[in-house]
Nanobody, 124 residues
């Protein structure tokens, strides 16, 4: 079993920054791709960013490209999402997830384990 715990969410003004963290436990962290997703009220969960085990592949949603950066520290079993130039439309619950496989995926259903989510609210 895998446990994922997100942290770092909060309230920030438009143009500000936040860094989300996701700590994994319960199995070896290395060798598996990780992803960040978000869900706004009344909307479906959507892909934000993902990272391969090596960190060499990091796809992003078009809406966050150039503003968000995903990274990972396999020694700490942690993945990060640095969010800059935040906009009100970034407001959502942010979830991290992991899948059985080293290759990245932008497809929600291809992820096997999910955290509980952390709220990000961007005020205008």
């Amino acid at each position: 079993q895998v446990q994922l715990v997100e942290s770092g969410g909060g309230l920030v003004q438009a143009g500000g920054s936040l860094r989300l963290s996701c700590a994994a436990s319960g199995r070896t962290f290395g060798g598996y791709a990780m992803g960040w997703f978000r869900q706004a009220p009344g909307k479906e969960r959507e892909f934000v960013a993902a990272i391969s085990w090596s960190g060499s592949s990091t796809p992003y949603a078009d809406s966050v490209k150039g503003r968000f950066t995903i990274s990972r520290d396999n020694a700490k079993n942690t993945v990060y999402l640095q969010m800059n130039s935040l906009k009100p439309e970034d407001t959502a619950v942010y979830y991290c997830a992991t899948r059985r496989g080293a290759a990245v995926s932008i497809v929600t259903r291809e992820y096997d384990y999910w955290g509980q989510g952390t709220q990000v609210t961007v005020s205008s």
